[in-house]
């Protein structure tokens, strides 16, 4: 079949977020200005740069006690830091609990009932436990067309790495299962990876 976005897909369910996928899922902690802390995931995520290290998500939508945007938007927008937490498969029921739409006054990492430790290098909590996280400062936030569309870019300041994930100075995916998203209300989880050597490489 082939359609065009603005005519629509005549299908159940929008197929879009099923073609474009996995997608790795940035679980954003942030703090607002009133030291309220907030934690929601953005699947709409990935890494941008390798020197200097960066990064960028997207939000997408609205909240009617926001100007603009979401809750994470609006703290990143007030303080200029935010960190990005990586989901691992067993925190899958967290992650999700995280996604409520709640007023903004409610922390999410109580909500959640997610452990939370202090950040190195910003003012901003972290998900205590998580597998990897990135301490970051925002470069920049881009509109996009849409109603309520925004790219998020941050520069990464500081990375944390659980030991356990650690194996022979490669950073193991396989020992803590990235979760990642798929379309509808589907996910899938890393389990075995495989090397491919680019033709550079010989």
């Not at 009133?34 to 990935?46: E, I, M, Q, R, W």
């Not at 006054?105 to 109580?110: G, I, L």
């Not at 996009?144 to 925004?150: C, E, R, S």
Request: aromatic letters at 10%; charged letters at 25%.
């Amino acid at each position: 079949m082939f359609y065009r976005p603005e005519d629509g897909h005549g299908l159940p369910h929008n197929p879009f977020g099923a073609i474009v996928s996995p997608r790795p899922i940035a679980w954003v902690s942030s703090r607002g200005a009133d030291g309220v802390d907030n934690l929601a995931p953005y699947s709409f995520f990935n890494g941008v740069a390798y020197v200097p290290p960066q990064i960028m998500f997207a939000s997408t939508g609205a909240k009617p006690d926001q100007d603009a945007g979401k809750d994470s938007l609006a703290n990143i927008r007030e303080t200029g830091v935010f960190c990005v937490n990586i989901v691992e498969y067993a925190m899958r029921d967290a992650m999700n609990a995280s996604s409520e739409t709640l007023p903004r006054e409610v922390d999410e990492f109580a909500h959640a009932g997610v452990g939370r430790a202090p950040c190195e290098t910003i003012d901003c909590p972290r998900v205590a436990g998580a597998p990897a996280a990135l301490e970051c400062r925002l470069t920049r936030i881009e509109r996009l067309p849409g109603a309520a569309n925004y790219v998020v870019f941050g520069e990464v300041t500081g990375v944390h790495l659980r030991d356990d994930a650690l194996v022979d100075g490669i950073f193991d995916v396989t020992r803590y299962r990235p979760l990642a998203r798929l379309g509808y209300r589907d996910y899938t989880r890393v389990d075995e990876v495989f090397p491919l050597a680019r033709p550079d490489d010989r």
